[in-house]
Every structure is written in structure tokens, then in C-alpha cells.
């Protein structure tokens, strides 16, 4: 007979506790989400400000793609700082990772985009390199999106495994 091990999983709290309200703000997503925003902000400001903003078709990408990532960013921290995200059941960390991956290739292109049709504008090399610094950030969040994507599988496991013990337990007293 083969030794039996007992395998510790972890519980099914630690796995789903995500803090609320400007807690969220502390966590590294939150810290990413705040510079992707304010980066996001920042950067459409420099290039709305530069005389040369309506000759290209590359400053109008840019501002388009920014002002559009900082609204979504900043309404999935409202969400999560409201605690929304726990209530409505859909797959929100696998939403993100796309949402992220999407954000970085797009702000990567955009701002490669922006800075070949610069001109020697050092208000648009700039803007440039806060879209680099956000699509960075964005990669970065993708880390965490998956590492959550991940818990949550594990979670949605726990919650199957204790749900099947529950009607185990159950059909052995009615016996």
C-alpha cells in the first residue's frame, strides 16, 4: 500500500480576499492602474497641447487610445474600490488579462506610431515615452491579471470540491 500524504489546500477566504475601497489603492494592481491612468491623462494633455496635433493622423491614434485606456482603466477602479467585481460573477481577471495584453500592444503600437511622426516636437517625445511607460505598466498588470485568473480556477475548484463533500455528507446521514 502506498503512503497517503495529506495535501493542505489552501482556503477558500484567502484565495477570493481582495480589498475594498482605497485599500485596493495600496495593492500593486491598484499602484499600476493609478500610473496607467495618470500617464494616460498626462500624455493626451502633451499631445492635445502640441501646434502640430491636426497634421498627422498618428496624434489623433494617440489621443484616441489614450483618453479611451484611462476611462476603462479608471472605471475598473472604481469597480474594484466598490467591491462591484465581487458581486457580479463573471470571469473578471480573465477579462483583464485580455483587456491588458490588448491595452499594451495597442499603446506600444500608437506610441511607436506617434514618435515616428514626432517632427522633432519634444512635447510629443514626451507623450511618447508616457505611452511607452503605460504599456509597460499594462504588461506588468497582465502578470497579475493571470496570477488571479489563476486563483480564481483554484477557487471555482475549492468551491466544487467542499460543494461535493457537503452532498457526501449529506447522502451518508440520510443512511
Same mark, same amino acid.
Given at each position: 500500500?502506498?503512503?497517503?500524504?495529506?495535501?493542505?489546500?489552501?482556503?477558500?477566504?484567502?484565495?477570493?480576499?481582495?480589498?475594498?475601497?482605497?485599500?485596493?489603492?495600496?495593492?500593486?494592481?491598484?499602484?499600476?492602474?493609478?500610473?496607467?491612468?495618470?500617464? =494616460?491623462?498626462?500624455?493626451?494633455?502633451?499631445?492635445?497641447?502640441?501646434?502640430?496635433?491636426?497634421?498627422?493622423?498618428?496624434?489623433?491614434?494617440?489621443?484616441?487610445?489614450?483618453?479611451?485606456?484611462?476611462?476603462?482603466?479608471?472605471?475598473?477602479?472604481?469597480?474594484?474600490?466598490?467591491?462591484?467585481?465581487?458581486?457580479?460573477?463573471?470571469?473578471?481577471?480573465?477579462?483583464?488579462?485580455?483587456?491588458?495584453?490588448?491595452?499594451?500592444?495597442?499603446?506600444?503600437?500608437?506610441?511607436?506610431?506617434?514618435?515616428? =511622426?514626432?517632427?522633432?516636437?519634444?512635447?510629443?517625445?514626451?507623450?511618447?515615452?508616457?505611452?511607452?511607460?503605460?504599456?509597460?505598466?499594462?504588461?506588468?498588470?497582465?502578470?497579475?491579471?493571470?496570477?488571479?485568473?489563476?486563483?480564481?480556477?483554484?477557487?471555482?475548484?475549492?468551491?466544487?470540491?467542499?460543494?461535493? #463533500?457537503?452532498? #457526501?455528507? =449529506?447522502?451518508? =446521514?440520510?443512511?
Amino acid at each position: 500500500m502506498a503512503d497517503k500524504k495529506a495535501v493542505t489546500l489552501p482556503s477558500l477566504a484567502a484565495l477570493e480576499d481582495i480589498p475594498t475601497g482605497l485599500k485596493y489603492l495600496t495593492l500593486p494592481e491598484g499602484v499600476l492602474e493609478l500610473i496607467e491612468v495618470v500617464f =494616460n491623462i498626462l500624455g493626451f494633455i502633451l499631445v492635445t497641447v502640441d501646434p502640430n496635433t491636426f497634421e498627422e493622423d498618428s496624434f489623433w491614434h494617440y489621443q484616441a487610445a489614450a483618453a479611451a485606456f484611462a476611462a476603462i482603466t479608471g472605471v475598473l477602479i472604481i469597480l474594484y474600490m466598490t467591491g462591484i467585481v465581487h458581486k457580479i460573477k463573471i470571469p473578471w481577471s480573465l477579462m483583464e488579462v485580455v483587456y491588458c495584453c490588448l491595452a499594451c500592444l495597442l499603446m506600444l503600437v500608437v506610441a511607436s506610431h506617434l514618435i515616428v =511622426n514626432a517632427h522633432g516636437s519634444a512635447i510629443v517625445y514626451v507623450a511618447c515615452v508616457m505611452g511607452f511607460i503605460v504599456a509597460v505598466a499594462y504588461l506588468i498588470e497582465v502578470g497579475f491579471a493571470v496570477r488571479a485568473w489563476k486563483r480564481s480556477i483554484i477557487a471555482e475548484t475549492l468551491r466544487m470540491v467542499e460543494a461535493h #463533500n457537503n452532498i #457526501n455528507v =449529506n447522502v451518508e =446521514n440520510s443512511l
